[in-house]
């Protein structure tokens, strides 16, 4: 399964997520602080994925 | 006010004869330390203080189940529901669950779990239920007046665990998988789905653009749960499934929202009845699950409740995600699973054990009674299309304890030429949990080779260990 970790914009802190929500267009939830964000948001992503 | 356990035993005390309910388990393990603890102190279970405690528990290797009699709720309210929770932690409660005696809490507790799966009792429908002493609907029915547990630190926020029944159109069988939902507002919980039958019927009824019906039980007698674990062909009805381990019909009662159309379990503790919106979709996870890492964000199905049930007194059963409560929930089913399986074919299996260390469900030990070469390695692509999340097969002989993993390792490390009796098996459908490892399985056959010329393992003679009794023999100890 292909995951990428969002860092919320807000608290800085980073969470995992399914790559389908990467490019869904759905707001992000921070499980941390609670703030609801684009991916494209994100204070980092961190994508890597091994083909 | 804060509740003493013993006025809630008081008030609940299990009539003999009374259909088998939590309260009826609790009764036999209600007066034991060891088994069971109550802590009476308010907790905030959206802030760690439940499994903080569990934790600790754990650290130091104890694992009684707890009951926590005055949470706070999700409004920040005392809540009037207790929470239970651990209680599957060890393998002689379990077994107890199961009719077992403790002391049969090894091998035999798979091979009992085996047994009931075929020992099915239609449910029986009555008119009038424990469960429906308090109804709530509308806006009363409300989640967060329940004392829901946030886990882990990574959790997207507190959930309810335990099962989840649907039933697909048309059909009048049910399934019940566990699940958890995740209480988004007091009328709306988004869930995620595991299991093959519960999303057929989930997505038959969203194909069909329509409402599914679906009932959250958040507490019921230990074996009615061990009950529904089963990986039961499409048609069974999972009621009549539970009714073999608890060796009683499952009792069942027309549901608030849908009458007849739906039943549900009459001695549950808590009842959450809901709909689930086709086509709609809300954020749920991450969640600390069963492999100890987290199941990340995602979209998933979401219900909106209709109606809320409970008996008088009711608690509100939890799992410790990720550790021995939930490990052992699923694994004792799938040891049985595997030596029903396995033993049907070939009837050589003596012992089946999926392991703590690979969290209860990616690692199996087998042990059988070997005559030719090969076998292991049949046993093992048998348990890979039983299990399909199973990671690795471990293959022993009968003489190895699967029960101790020292045992099996050493037989790992002695035994096992890994040119030969190691096998990578590619493309196998990737697991849908988080481990994020792909889509091979391991199989280890770690059977002595018999077409060679090997050693064998040392022994103390059985004559000699059992003739040289200890007490008998050691000098006491002298007092300095």
């Known amino acids: 399964m292909r995951l990428f970790w969002s860092t919320c914009p807000k608290c800085i802190k980073a969470f995992v997520v399914e790559w389908a929500l990467r490019h869904a267009g759905r707001q992000l939830i921070c499980p941390y602080c609670s703030h609801r964000y684009l991916p494209d948001e994100s204070a980092a992503i961190d994508d890597r994925y091994e083909v | ?480």
């Open chain 2, 1 to 480: 006010m804060n509740r003493t356990p013993e006025a809630k035993k008081t008030s609940r005390q299990a009539a003999i004869g009374a259909p088998k309910s939590l309260d009826t388990y609790l009764d036999l393990i209600r007066g034991d330390p060891a088994e069971f603890r109550t802590v009476s102190r308010t907790v905030n279970p959206m802030n760690f203080d439940v499994t903080g405690l569990l934790a600790q528990l754990d650290r130091r290797g104890e694992y009684p189940a707890v009951q926590f009699n005055n949470p706070l709720n999700m409004h920040g309210e005392p809540s009037k529901f207790p929470i239970l929770t651990n209680l599957w932690a060890t393998r002689e409660r379990c077994a107890e669950a199961c009719g077992l005696p403790r002391s049969e809490a090894g091998s035999q507790l798979g091979a009992r779990f085996a047994e009931l799966v075929g020992r099915k009792r239609e449910p029986v429908i009555v008119s009038e239920a424990p469960v429906h002493a308090n109804v709530y609907q509308g806006e009363q029915a409300d989640l967060w007046m329940l004392p829901a547990v946030r886990h882990f630190e990574m959790d997207l926020g507190a959930v309810l665990l335990m099962g989840l029944i649907a039933r697909a159109p048309g059909e009048n069988f049910y399934n019940i998988t566990f699940t958890k939902t995740f209480p988004e507002t007091p009328q709306k919980g988004g869930f995620t789905i595991h299991t093959p039958h519960m999303l057929r019927m989930t997505r038959a009824w969203e194909r069909r653009g329509e409402r599914c019906p679906v009932v959250n039980v958040l507490g019921h007698h230990p074996g009615f749960w061990l009950g529904t674990l089963n990986n039961t062909p499409w048609g069974d009805n999972e009621y009549a499934t539970a009714g073999g381990f608890l060796q009683e019909p499952v009792r069942l009662v027309p549901s608030v929202t849908w009458g007849k159309d739906f039943l549900v379990p009459a001695d549950a503790e808590i009842i959450i009845e809901g709909e689930i919106v086709p086509g709609e979709r809300t954020i749920v996870n991450p969640f600390g699950d069963i492999s100890r890492q987290y199941q990340a964000q995602q979209l998933a199905p979401y219900m909106e409740v209709t109606a809320i049930t409970h008996r008088e007194n009711a608690v509100l059963q939890d799992v410790f995600s990720g550790h021995r409560d939930h490990i052992l929930l699923g694994s004792i089913a799938r040891e049985g699973a595997i030596y029903n399986h396995v033993q049907q074919k070939f009837g050589n299996v003596v012992a089946v054990h999926m392991p703590f260390s690979a969290c209860g469900r990616y690692t199996v030990y087998i042990s059988i009674k070997k005559t030719e070469e090969g076998q292991a390695k049949q046993a093992a692509l048998m348990a890979l299309a039983q299990v399909p999340n199973l990671h690795v097969v471990v293959v022993v002989d009968e003489d190895i304890d699967v029960f101790n993993e020292e045992d099996v390792l050493w037989a790992v490390n002695f035994q096992v030429d890994p040119r030969r009796d190691v096998d990578l098996i590619k493309n196998v459908r990737a697991g849908s949990d988080p481990r994020g490892l792909g889509s091979s399985r391991l199989i280890i056959d770690a059977t002595r080779p018999t077409h060679i010329a090997f050693p064998t393992r040392l022994r103390v003679p059985e004559e000699a260990i059992q003739r040289m009794k200890l007490e008998e023999w050691l000098d006491s100890i002298q007092e300095k």
